[in-house]
């Protein structure tokens, strides 16, 4: 299998400002020489506690890294370098072949856009879709996410619809391109137990189908071990372990993984009846 | 004993012009036992608000009765309402929200006992502040901090703090790892059902996550749009759910793979 991402060396520190050095501490290193490539089709968990560099790792592949940070390191996009380009360049990436679902669909979505007119402008940018054509696509794609009145969806704005057609939207505007490497933050933990079975199986359906790559964030191991392959554990910015998620739940190495482990069967041994 | 018992309660939102009223929650019955923790499991819409504003007596039902120690809790009776808060206390969701960020974690803790008028030494204030922060093994020092100096986890300890510096029966708990990382979720779990056994502290737990309820309680009520679907001990329902929706809401936990 060929790689669909190659990160090399990556750090991301807070950036050093002139006229406040007097009062900053020593740079503060947020990300720490992190390195790792996801195969095509691999779909991969990244997991870790809050501040531990989950979604800083995703920001920093998709070029959307806050201006007070810099980074360093090299992360190639199959053979292009993609750390260095303009955002114009970066702009024909994102959301094209790289897509992202965040944790809160109610603020990924804009509240004063319909939702149709949200998964349309992927489509309209990246494939340059009009009118009959466009309508068909974005129907089909809140189709795919299984929305089963698209119309009535389309032509609503997001605060008309619940938490999970919200995130369905969300996932339905990230694939409408059909991107190669989907990135999903945290994408049901503001949801209700039995609305985030049902978009885990969707996002499991629809990178299987579709065959594309995931890097799937969370900070819940039992989350982590039904969606991926294989699972980075991060803390305090750095990789800790990197294993086939088998070998994680048999015979975690790093006492940090060992924990989490332990934490996660607590949790599971209390459905145990 | 009996500490706390809804006897048929319903409460009703006004409704809006056009549309029928919209049930809180509606004909519930249920019982706090002390010495036995109790779980309400629902999902958003369910009526896990309105369900703890009654518990908490911050409303009166709009049919039935709220009981507390066996007698009608009268929200205009000061001397019962100061029992009912001396014995209830309650820990919220969010704790970057339920503290207030303007004041120290000492006077944050001491703030039910002003407010309810339970001690007036000075001397004795600080004691029971000393004591509440050891309860939930944080060190005395951080009496002296602000809420923003501190982690969501130790945040959530200090909410704790202060529900026990009343020396209450009764601690009634929304949702109060909902907010934590897995690892901090499992401390607090911990430390909760420590207190509940070294301070004949009865929990009243509302949460969406079945794990985390079945970890702590040993009866359990499901509540699905404003009603209670199911009530029993927690072992018996999760080995054995008779309704369509707890069978929903167990197999919707993710579990470990393989």
Known sequence: ?273 | MRLLELRNATFQYRASRGETNSVGISSISLVVDSGSNLGVIGESGAGKSTLLSLLLGLTSPSQGQVLFRDQPLLLKSRQQVVQFRTAVQAVFQDPYASLDPRRRVDSIVAEPIRSLKLLSNQGAIDERVKESLKAVELVESIGLRYPHELSGGQRQRVAIARALATHPSVLIADEPTSALDVSTRIEVIELLRRLGDERQLTIVMVSHDVSVVASLCHEVVVLNQGRIVEQGLIHEILSRPKHEYTRSLISAVPRLAR
């Open chain 1, 1 to 273: 299998m060929t790689d669909i991402l190659r990160v090399e060396g990556l750090s991301v520190a807070v950036k050093a400002d002139r006229s406040r050095r007097s009062l900053s501490q020593p740079s503060h290193d947020l990300l720490r020489d992190i390195s790792f490539d996801i195969a095509d089709g691999e779909r991969v968990g990244l997991i870790g506690e809050s501040g531990s560099g989950k979604s800083l790792t995703a920001l920093a592949i998709t070029g959307l890294l806050p201006r007070s940070l810099t980074s360093s390191g090299n992360i190639f996009f199959g053979e292009q370098e993609i750390s260095r380009i303009s955002d114009r360049e970066m702009q024909r990436i994102r959301g094209k072949e790289i897509a992202v679902v965040f944790q809160e669909p109610a603020s990924a979505l804009d509240p004063l856009m319909k939702v149709g007119n949200q998964v349309a402008e992927p489509l309209r940018r990246h494939f340059g879709l009009r009118g009959a054509k466009l309508r068909i696509a974005v129907n089909a794609a809140l189709e795919e996410v299984q929305l089963a009145n698209s119309r009535r969806i389309a032509d609503a704005y997001p605060h008309e619809i619940s938490g999970g057609e919200r995130q369905r939207v969300a996932i339905a505007a990230a694939i409408a391109c059909k991107p190669r490497l989907l990135i999903t933050d945290e994408p049901t933990t503001a949801l209700d137990v039995t609305v985030q079975g049902e978009i885990l199986k969707l996002i499991e359906r629809l990178v299987s189908e579709r065959a594309m790559s995931l890097i799937f964030i969370t900070h819940d191991l039992a989350v982590v071990s039904q969606v991926a392959d294989r699972v980075l554990v991060m803390r305090h910015g750095e990789f800790v372990e990197d294993l086939p998620v088998e070998k994680l739940l048999a015979s975690p190495a790093h006492p940090y993984t060992v924990e989490l482990l332990r934490n996660a069967r607590l949790l599971d041994s209390a459905l145990e009846a």
